[in-house]
């Protein structure tokens, strides 16, 4: 008789340590196996591409029930696009692609282009400045809240809201305890809210319109208003934060953006790879299920690691590499099947337009140290000090 054994680590995925640097202990996860438990959590991890990959395709198995690793958040969550399997999710999928599809957001690309060029002017005479406060948030803060309709005065505290929004899907951990509270208030804000409050023409308003058609029950409007105006914010500025950092430190491979801006694409997909904004979701098991040979009950909660998948060398060779020529473009981060990022083209086209402006004007960037921000669930830069620029 052959006994098998379970594939097992005591590693803690949302330790400090851990969240600064998570790629080491994402190997060492892939080489145990397709699915390993975390005994700190009581969670099975999901690491491999293919595995990561065939869950988010099968939502009847992997439920989004389970897309938080707690429970009060999972139950706060009920109703909403990120927490819903078809059919609900579909119905309200469908309210926001309408103005987040490719369709959708193509006329847009002019407008937002000619602003990453006054953006990315202004931070040139500058000389120095900060890429992620400066750049990072201020492009999709001037983008996304113009376009959703929110008004003047809750701006501000949009950038804590929407670190919050992702950080409180983690474990019950100090991280999820101070984000619930900064969910309250957003969500207390969210409640106040009525049609005319946003903007006439805006996607936050084209909201409410969905619920007066009877499209979807009215107490829908506010999750969407939360996806629109959280869950779509901090991934865009995640990207563009790591997109300047990876560039600027790998120079030989800003230099091929650089001579061919054709590239552009390419680079995101690849920056979105090698360093996910979102490093992974959750999800609860509806049967009992295997995976690479490790049989799961029905009931458990895995975690499927993005961030892992996308690093995979049995998908990608030499995965760790930075390299803008590889184009992977079924990368993870931005899901897959059913729950793929509903407004990845909005995301596409901030993203690349800041590249492209940055291409056209910068030749080197000279960067101070970095400081990493720490989210459960978000992977991304507290500040990047650009201390000055070469021009050409």
């Known amino acids: 008789m052959t006994l098998t054994r379970t594939p097992h680590s005591d590693v803690d995925l949302f330790s400090d340590e851990v969240l600064v640097d998570p790629y080491p202990v994402y190997r060492d996860l892939r080489e145990r196996g397709g699915a390993v438990h975390l005994s700190a959590l009581d969670v099975w991890a999901v690491p491999r591409y293919?595995?990561?990959?065939?869950?988010?395709?099968?939502?009847?198995?992997?439920?989004?029930?389970?897309?938080?690793?707690?429970?009060?958040?999972?139950?706060?969550?009920?109703?909403?696009?990120?927490?819903s399997d078809p059919p609900l999710h579909d119905a309200l999928r469908a309210v926001l692609s309408e103005q987040l599809g490719p369709r959708a957001v193509r006329p847009l690309q002019a407008g937002i282009a000619d602003r990453a060029d006054r953006l990315v002017e202004a931070m040139i005479e500058q000389g120095a400045f900060d890429a992620v406060t400066d750049l990072a948030v201020a492009f999709p803060f001037s983008v996304v809240f113009d376009l959703i309709g929110i008004p003047d005065e809750v701006r501000p505290k949009m950038l804590g809201w929407a670190d919050a929004t992702f950080t409180v899907f983690g474990p019950m951990n100090g991280r999820t305890a101070a984000g619930l509270g900064a969910i309250g208030e957003m969500f207390g804000w969210l409640g106040t809210l009525r049609a005319e409050d946003l903007a006439e023409g805006s996607m936050g308003r084209a909201v409410f319109t969905a619920a007066d058609q009877g499209r979807i029950a009215p107490e829908s409007c506010i999750p969407l208003l939360s996806a629109y105006t959280a869950a779509g914010l901090d991934t865009t500025i995640n990207a563009i934060a790591n997109a300047v950092h990876l560039l600027a430190t790998h120079p030989e491979q800003w230099d091929l953006v650089r001579a061919d801006p054709g590239l552009v694409p390419s680079t995101l997909n690849e920056v979105l790879r090698h360093d996910a904004p979102v490093q992974g979701f959750g999800r609860r098991v509806t049967?009992?299920?295997?995976?690479?040979g490790t049989t799961i009950a029905a009931g458990s909660q895995v975690l499927l690691l993005y961030g892992s998948g996308n690093r995979d060398e049995r998908h990608y060779a030499d995965p760790d590499r930075f390299d803008v020529t590889r184009n992977p473009v079924d990368h993870l981060s931005f899901g897959y099947g059913t729950h793929t990022c509903a407004g990845q083209a909005l995301a596409r086209i901030e993203a690349q337009s800041v590249i492209a402006a940055l291409a056209g004007r910068v030749r080197r960037f000279h960067l101070g140290e970095p400081v990493r921000h720490l989210n459960n669930v978000v992977r991304g830069l507290e500040r990047l000090p650009v201390e000055g620029l070469e021009l050409g």
């Open 50 to 83: 293919a595995d990561v990959r065939r869950a988010l395709g099968d939502p009847a198995t992997f439920s989004s029930s389970g897309i938080a690793l707690n429970e009060p958040v999972n139950q706060m969550l009920v109703g909403s696009v990120l927490a």
């Open 287 to 292: 049967t009992e299920v295997e995976i690479d």
